[in-house]
């Protein structure tokens, strides 16, 4: 079961923990704001990106099952 990243654009507040928590899928713009490219996660950071979303202070980001 493929999961990918999604971001609420109108809660996230740029504060960045989810780029430093996910490096390897999340890349912060100029302004801290995340940028992911949209691909699935590999089922080995799974856990990870679930961490990482629930540590969000805004709760902006979230897993979606494709």
Not at 28 to 43: A, C, I, K, Q, R
Not at 56 to 61: D, E, T
Request: include cysteine; charge should be negative.
């Amino acid at each position: 079961m493929d999961q990918r990243i999604d971001i609420d654009w109108t809660s996230c507040q740029g504060h960045g923990l989810c780029a430093e928590l996910l490096p390897e899928h999340i890349t912060p713009d100029e302004w801290g704001y995340p940028l992911t490219d949209g691909t699935p996660v590999p089922t080995r950071t799974v856990k990870r990106a679930r961490r990482a979303a629930a540590h969000c202070p805004v709760l902006a980001l979230k897993l979606t099952v494709l």
